[in-house]
Nanobody
Framework: QVQLAESGGGLVQAGGSLRLSCVIS????????MSWYRQAPGKQRELVAR???????NYAESVKGRFTISRDSGKNTVYLQMNLLKSEDTGVYYCKVQKTWGAEYWGQGTQVTVSS
């Protein structure tokens, strides 16, 4: 099993920044992709950023140039640095990891609210 614990969400004014963290614990063997998703009120959950263990990162068009996904292997943590936040970035942000055989694990989510 894998446990994910997100933190770092909160209330911020438009144009501000937040850094989300996702601490990964449990059986981390086999994790090959780490991602951040978000879900705005009344909308479907969408991919924000994807970080494979090998290969290039992927970002949603709406966050390119503003958000950066990264990881610290020593701390088993994946981050999402969010700059120039907009009101449309408001939502619950979820961390997800995927193993090589396809198993997926989700965190509980952290709320991000951007006031205009």
């Amino acid at each position: 099993q894998v446990q994910l614990a997100e933190s770092g969400g909160g209330l911020v004014q438009a144009g501000g920044s937040l850094r989300l963290s996702c601490v990964i614990s449990g059986t981390i063997f086999g994790i090959n992709v780490m991602s951040w998703y978000r879900q705005a009120p009344g909308k479907q959950r969408e991919l924000v950023a994807r970080l494979p263990m090998s290969g290039s990162t992927n970002y949603a068009e709406s966050v390119k140039g503003r958000f950066t996904i990264s990881r610290d292997s020593g701390k088993n943590t994946v981050y999402l640095q969010m700059n120039l936040l907009k009101s449309e970035d408001t939502g619950v942000y979820y961390c997800k990891v995927q193993k090589t055989w396809g198993a997926e694990y989700w965190g509980q989510g952290t709320q991000v609210t951007v006031s205009s």
